[in-house]
DNA sequence: CTAGGGTTAG
């Protein structure tokens, strides 16, 4: 047996002795083939390439006659036709390959060399030894610069971090000139994974590098510092920027804009403006989004439009995500007309509708609770070819749960399902707060218990809503014991988490715990704000602390914070009771002042403190 | 090469 194996093995291998021809003469006879026929001939006459051998492979790709396009060829054909798997080229064949087109300069192929490397467990290798098989002598000067240049941003195209600094390190000691461009590509590769922490860490290698630093880099930083809630810090570097000489530009300020309207930073906002201004730096569509939505997240739908406005008079074309903005700050504000009107509008400018327009404009119609309306464009955006998603089978679900349609929300849910998205932490909070809301608690609780049994972990807001679910049931054992749970599972309370249990304290009448809770908040970093506020007031008052709860009514006042109407209505209430209705009619008529309407309710009992007032 | 849009909790 083993002698026959031998046998046919060595009939398959071509001898190398003196009377049989040399590997060389080989190789120059396929190189010559392909120079004359190209490819042909081995696709239809196989046997050409019997003797062929990876030692063959590498001298037909290196032969200066042959030009890089035919090597290509080659070495595709080989790799690609199944029958020759056995002569799939090696890793010295991709880097002769490699060598070749750089003498041809084509870079693109060169990268695509390198992929079916770094993509391949059986080439994949360090640096170092890729950089053996380069073969020394007619290189051009900067090819080895190149060589590794187009590495490292395969390695990052295709993630492997770890590989692509293992490039950038080498690049360094060997001192190779390192390409910004390059190291942007590795940053925006790591940011797009969620690896801030690790972009920062390159980034400072890139300047112990000396790498070339340009706006371009810094403002991906500077967003990566903005995203990840530093907006302080990300402005601290454009002013190191500007110090190092190099001038901020529309992106540069776009994305320090946005972190300051997504942290509701007013000063930050209007430096930002006034800086863009000195700078004669011209707004763009991207800046009037940011602006839009700056001023609907503040109600001031008037300057939206205004916005808006002026984004044309300018000349500046708007989008499908101006239209997005704008829109879905109609549809919070409940102006649907307005929203439809839109809607229409951007269609009649022949911009393509996506699922965020029809996510925005089914929420809209949710909120005022015209659901048939919400199929029906649900139906709508089938018809054009949009699948519907994940975001809008929620808002879907969430329509129905705020009219108290649980049944017809799960119904969605099921489709959902089906259609094999699988719920997630909006989706049951959706339907625990519909529940909450028609004060099925305990189902309301069941659904967030099945979330956690089908192995998803409770995030900050579905943490928050069970909670509040206590609270509503007036357990607030359980509650207080959820909040110390959240905690030691790492989800962090945020203010919503908070105010929930401020308000669960306060309407028990548990106003020192409350109270402490708010301390608690303002040493995490937390400022309360008006629901803060209102709770406490409304804590308060009910146990018959009026002047306390008017101590706090001044201090969120001073504190900038806008009462609303829950928040005169409680107040107006309390002092109506206790007749002193001269303080209860001054209050009211500032709630009027300020544009708030008041409810039946509030009127019926300023009626009644007239009554009860001790003049 | 770098920036922007839709859903949830009080």
């Known amino acids: 047996m083993i002698t026959q194996t031998l046998v046919q093995y060595f009939a398959k291998t071509p001898v190398r002795n003196p009377t049989s021809i040399s590997y060389k003469d080989i190789s120059i006879q396929i190189a010559k083939t392909l120079f004359n026929s190209g490819i042909e001939p081995f696709k239809t006459t196989p046997s050409l390439l019997s003797n062929l051998n990876s030692h063959i492979t590498h001298l037909v790709l290196s032969d200066t006659n042959l030009p890089p396009h035919a090597c290509l060829h080659f070495f595709n054909f080989l790799r690609q036709n199944p029958s020759l798997y056995s002569h799939r080229p090696d890793l010295q064949a991709h880097v002769t390959l490699i060598c070749r087109l750089h003498e041809a300069q084509k870079f693109a192929e060169m990268k695509k060399v390198f992929n079916y490397i770094v993509t391949d467990a059986n080439l994949r290798c360090s ?118 000489g190099i001038k901020p530009n529309l992106y540069t300020y776009n994305t320090l804009l946005n972190g300051f309207v997504k942290r509701k930073d007013a000063v930050g906002v209007n430096e930002m403006l006034s800086l863009m201004q000195r700078d004669q730096v011209a707004y763009n569509v991207v800046t009037y989004t940011l602006l839009t939505d700056w001023y609907g997240n503040s109600g001031k739908m008037v300057e ?9 008079e300018r000349g500046v074309e708007a989008d499908v995500h101006v239209y997005t903005t704008v829109i879905s700050w109609n549809c919070k504000s409940g102006n649907m007309r307005r929203a439809f009107t839109l809607f229409d509008d951007l269609t009649e400018r022949g911009i393509v509708l996506n699922s965020h ?24 955006m089938q018809r054009q070819g949009l699948s519907v998603n994940e975001v809008i089978f929620n808002t879907l679900m ?65 943490f928050s809503t069970l909670i509040d679910i206590c609270c509503k049931e007036g357990n607030l054992e359980e509650a207080k014991w959820l909040f110390e749970d959240m905690k030691m599972k790492g989800v962090k309370p945020n203010s919503f988490t908070y105010n929930t249990l401020i308000h669960g304290y306060s309407k028990k009448g548990n106003i020192k715990q409350a109270y402490r809770l708010k301390c608690k908040m303002e040493e995490m970093g937390m400022t309360p704000d008006v629901y803060t506020y209102t709770s406490l007031i409304h804590g308060e008052r009910v146990f018959g602390k009026l002047d306390e709860a008017m101590i706090l009514f001044n201090e969120m006042i001073e504190k900038g914070f806008i009462p609303n109407a829950v928040t005169y209505t409680t107040l107006i209430t309390g002092l109506s009771k206790e007749g002193r209705s001269d303080e209860a009619f001054r209050l009211y008529d500032e709630m009027i002042a300020s544009g708030l309407t008041p409810d039946d309710k509030l009127c019926s009992s300023l009626v009644g403190s007239l009554h009860t007032a001790k003049s």
């Open 127 to 244: 640096i170092v030894n890729l950089i053996s098989l380069i073969e020394s002598g007619n290189q051009q000067p900067k090819f080895v610069e190149k060589f590794c240049d187009l590495l490292f941003r395969v390695y990052a195209d295709n993630r492997l971090f770890e590989d692509a600094l293992g490039v950038f390190d080498y690049m360094e000691r060997s001192g190779l000139k390192i390409d910004e461009r390059s190291c942007i590509a590795f940053l925006l590769a790591l940011k797009r994974c969620d690896h801030i922490e690790m972009c920062f860490k390159f980034f400072r290698k890139m300047v112990d590098a000396n790498v070339e630093i340009t706006v371009y880099s810094i403002s991906i930083m500077i967003d990566g510092l903005c995203k990840r809630g530093d907006v302080e810090m990300a402005r601290d570097l454009m002013d190191e920027m500007v110090v190092k």
């Open 304 to 312: 939206v439009e205004k916005m808006f406005d002026e984004m044309r």
């Open 357 to 380: 327009i029809y996510g925005a404009m089914i929420d809209g119609v949710c909120k005022v609770g015209q659901l048939e309306a919400a199929e029906m464009l649900l139906k709508d």
């Open 398 to 462: 969430n329509g129905y749960c705020k009219k108290g349609m649980i049944d017809e929300a799960l119904k969605v849910m099921a489709i959902m399902e089906k259609k094999g998205f699988e719920a997630g932490p909006f989706a049951y909070n959706t339907i625990a707060s519909g529940l909450c809301k028609v004060k099925r608690y305990n189902e309301a609780k069941k659904w967030l218990f099945t979330m956690m049994e089908r192995g998803l972990a409770l995030n900050t807001v579905n």
